[in-house]
């Protein structure tokens, strides 16, 4: 059993090695990192909850949704007056984490603990700007000031992990078993493996004409 499981991990992780070096092109990881990948970012926030319960009834939910994005917007509106972020942060936010220190969540990225909607927005802000909107999330409505942000790293030292990523998301969205054996008989090829076993090779060329028939049909 230890065995099995130790050779699905190997090919497992052979598939992956496979797509990230053949199949994810180089005009992939070029588009990702020119659309994907940004510099470490500085940011504070005030965080306004609709505070809604699972028992609430849907007009409630609703409500409570309404009345904390108006609420953010009349922070908003104290901004755009010249109000401090961080007083308000202080007296408004329902991050209890970070409202004492101004909203302040020091430097992240997309790879940390953050909604990938969150870093977009605080990313696309100027240094120094705050959000005009309340920016949504499942915490609530979020108010985010751009503090600072660093350059981003260069993309030659990031090739590796963008090739990994994009071959993650490959592997997850086409997952079908069709999909699957089909790498696999890519990688067998580009490794010119063989068979020992005849019955077992004459069983895997069967299957494998099945694929390219579909392939021609594509």
Not at 17 to 26: C, G, Q
Not at 69 to 93: C, R
Not at 177 to 202: H, M, N, P, Q, V
């Amino acid at each position: 059993m230890k065995a099995m499981l130790s050779l699905d991990y190997k090919r497992d992780l052979a598939i992956k090695d496979y797509v990230k070096e053949k199949v994810v092109t180089d005009e992939e990881v070029t588009t990702y990192y020119d659309t994907k990948v940004i510099g470490d970012v500085k940011a504070s926030h005030i965080l306004i909850k609709p505070n809604a319960k699972d028992s609430d009834s849907e007009e409630t939910k609703t409500k409570k949704e309404n009345e904390a994005k108006k609420k953010a917007e009349e922070i908003i509106k104290k901004l755009d007056n010249g109000e401090d972020f961080a007083k308000l942060a202080k007296k408004y936010s329902d991050d209890k984490g970070t409202a004492s220190k101004g909203g302040n969540l020091g430097y992240f990225n997309m790879d940390d603990d953050f909604e990938e909607n969150f870093v977009s927005a605080a990313a696309a802000l100027k240094k120094g700007a705050y959000s005009k909107e309340p920016v949504k999330t499942k915490y609530g409505y979020e108010i985010i000031l751009k503090v600072d942000e660093k350059d981003k790293k260069k993309k030659d030292d990031l090739e590796s992990t963008i090739r990994q990523t994009l071959a993650d998301e490959k592997i997850k969205e086409d997952s079908s078993t069709t999909t699957y054996y089909k790498r696999l008989r890519d990688w067998r090829e580009s490794k010119g493996l063989k068979f020992e076993d005849k019955e077992l090779k004459k069983m895997y060329d069967k299957y494998m004409k099945t694929l390219t028939k579909e392939d021609e049909n594509e």
